[in-house]
């Protein structure tokens, strides 16, 4: 008798909690719109090349990982964590078998760029040691692909 009173009010509880949490999520999301697609044509394509390396090596994809998913910060500031969400990486690999990062993959739709000016994603990769490519997408798929393979192999040593 004791037991079932006790679900009950924990019962209650949780419908409360729950109308209120659609109450506020209704409120949020009158400023929204689903997105058709999460993916854009091009990211598909080399997403589709990326898994049948990945497959080979027992590594997994994350597409479109913001990037305080990726670091933690030591002293746990709010500003630096919105400077980190802020960001994303279009693929990051990992290792299945241990859960850490191998590298990350940017796609970028814009000429190259000299060697010498990197973008903020490209300096955290490099300042924490975690292999990075940027991958321009204006070249040949072909080239991105062996490029691509080349980079995630060397990554794993």
């Not at 949020?28 to 080399?46: A, G, Q, R, Y």
């Not at 479109?64 to 998913?69: E, G, S």
């Amino acid at each position: 008798s004791m037991f079932v009173i006790i679900l009950f009010i924990v019962s209650n509880d949780t419908k409360r909690e729950l109308s209120d949490s659609v109450s506020e999520a209704s409120e949020i999301c009158e400023t929204f719109v689903k997105k058709e697609f999460l993916m854009t044509e091009d990211e598909i394509n080399i997403y589709g090349k990326i898994k049948k390396i990945c497959d080979k090596e027992n590594l997994a994809i994350l597409p479109k990982l913001a990037m305080n998913n990726l670091f933690d910060v030591k002293n746990k500031k709010s500003s630096e964590l919105d400077t980190l969400r802020e960001y994303n990486i279009d693929f990051v690999i990992v290792n299945i078998k241990n859960g850490k990062t191998v590298c990350g993959i940017i796609l970028n739709r814009k000429k190259r760029r000299s060697k010498n000016k990197e973008t903020f994603e490209e300096s955290v990769f490099h300042i924490l040691e975690i292999p990075i490519l940027t991958v321009y997408m204006e070249e040949d798929i072909t080239l991105n692909v062996r490029e691509i393979k080349r980079f995630i192999t060397k990554s794993l040593k």
